[in-house]
């Protein structure tokens, strides 16, 4: 790869030339807590980041979770950097990355020079010290080559033009169809092995048009990524914006998948009506819940929605029976992958939601006692290519 360099100016305290480095992005990151200290009216503001975190040491010590938390082939991030056994696809970043660059009519130095401006920003987003082995050069190297590696891997499967997507067949030639099939899994699915979507906007701006680049992650997160889960989920409109950027791939990807349920939420209880349709908010009534037999047995049926959204759990009550519709869920070995780390990513510190995923497994596993409740939910067209161990895994 070539020699990559640049000069970066930062505030001195003693005066001279400087240069002041302020996202107007990392606010959106933080969530404030200002303290009023009484009569003097002093206002004391601590800022929790929003960070990259690492999996709950409780989770990733279950024995059931062994190797559901960490790449298979590729590392991006600093979390699993320089482990032998992903060198492999590590000493082909600098080949993704100059295919990346070489149709953007700007040189490498350029991409590294924007990344390494921001360098201390991007450290920012990961666990304190966790970077602390690599110099700022090496750190900016390594977001640079992680973050051409994703959004190439990317341009390979949805470039909006044919020559950027041949462009990469000597890469996949390279990767085999093995590990170029596993790399999407590694690069979404885990919460230690990511970088800030910042570093991905920052790169796509020097390369991209417009709203293209989103374009093309939506239809990679809409096709490849889903089609490893077998899920469905809703395309984002053209030119939508989010109103908080994304922090990582993951959260992403997750906000997605709860798409429709965010977006025709109409939270609440069951209201005792003979007739009725409420959205169930089975977080409140989570330990109530019995077997699907059981269930089925005492007049509640069961039968898939044709929502989207991994969690749109719907009650329907009549006089003399009720029916719950769930999304048709697939269970593969990377759903679990992709599940095991979304719960780890809700149960980390300062991310602000509501256990969405969480408390939608938790449901689900209240649900199947034994082989006959998966057998009932085959039945029902509700569980795909599972089994009991698998289910309650």
């Given amino acids: 790869m070539e020699e990559l360099s640049a000069k970066r100016t930062t505030n001195g305290v003693d005066g ?23 009569e003097e009216t002093t206002a004391c503001k601590v800022h929790f980041q929003r960070r990259i975190e690492k999996v709950p040491l409780l989770l990733r010590n ?10 298979k082939v590729v590392s991006i991030g600093p979390y699993h950097h320089g482990r032998l056994e992903l060198q492999f696809v590590e000493n082909l970043k600098p080949m993704v990355a100059r295919v990346f660059v070489s149709d953007s009519g700007k040189s490498i130095d350029k991409f590294y020079n924007k990344i ?3 360098v201390d920003e991007a450290r920012s987003f990961y666990v304190e010290g966790s970077t602390d082995a690599h110099s700022d050069e090496k750190f900016a190297e390594m977001m640079l080559l992680d973050g051409c590696f994703i959004l190439g891997m990317i341009e390979s499967i949805y470039g909006q033009k044919p020559s950027r997507i041949s462009k ?5 030639t390279h990767l085999g169809m093995l590990v170029w099939y596993s790399i999407s899994a590694d690069m979404v699915f885990l919460l230690e092995n ?16 417009d709203d293209e680049a989103m374009r093309m992650i939506d239809e990679f997160l809409h096709s490849p990524v889903s089609a490893d889960l077998q899920f469905k989920i809703r395309k984002v409109v053209k030119n939508r ?15 997605k998948l709860l798409l429709d349920h965010i977006c025709n939420s109409h939270r609440g209880t069951w209201k005792h009506k003979c007739r009725g349709k409420r959205i169930l908010n089975f977080k409140e009534y989570i330990q109530s819940y019995r077997s699907v037999t059981e269930l089925e047995a005492k007049g509640i049926h069961f039968s898939p929605s044709n929502s989207k959204s991994l969690n749109a759990v719907k009650f329907k009550s009549s006089c003399f029976y009720g029916r719950i519709e769930l999304r048709p869920f697939f269970v593969t070995t990377k759903t679990k992958i992709m599940l095991s780390n979304m719960i780890a990513y809700e149960l980390c510190p300062n991310n602000p939601n ?6 939608y497994i938790g449901f689900l596993k209240s649900l199947v006692d034994h082989a006959d409740d998966v057998k009932e939910l085959r039945m029902k067209h509700i569980l795909f290519n599972t089994h009991l161990a698998v289910i309650k895994k």
Wanted: aromatic share 8%; hydrophobic share 35%.
């Fill in 62 to 71: 279950n024995e059931n979770n062994k190797g559901q938390y960490d790449p």
């Fill in 168 to 172: 990469y067949d000597e890469v996949i």
């Fill in 16 to 38: 001279g030339s400087s240069i002041s480095i302020n996202s107007g992005r990392a606010d959106n990151d933080k969530l404030e807590v200002v303290t009023d200290a009484g």
């Fill in 354 to 359: 509501d256990l969405e995923v969480t408390s």
């Fill in 116 to 118: 390494l401006w921001m």
């Fill in 241 to 255: 914006k989010y109103e908080k950027p994304p922090l990582h791939l993951l959260e992403l990807f997750r906000t």
């Fill in 194 to 209: 990511q970088i800030p979507f910042q570093v991905l906007e920052s790169l796509m701006s020097l390369k991209f048009e």
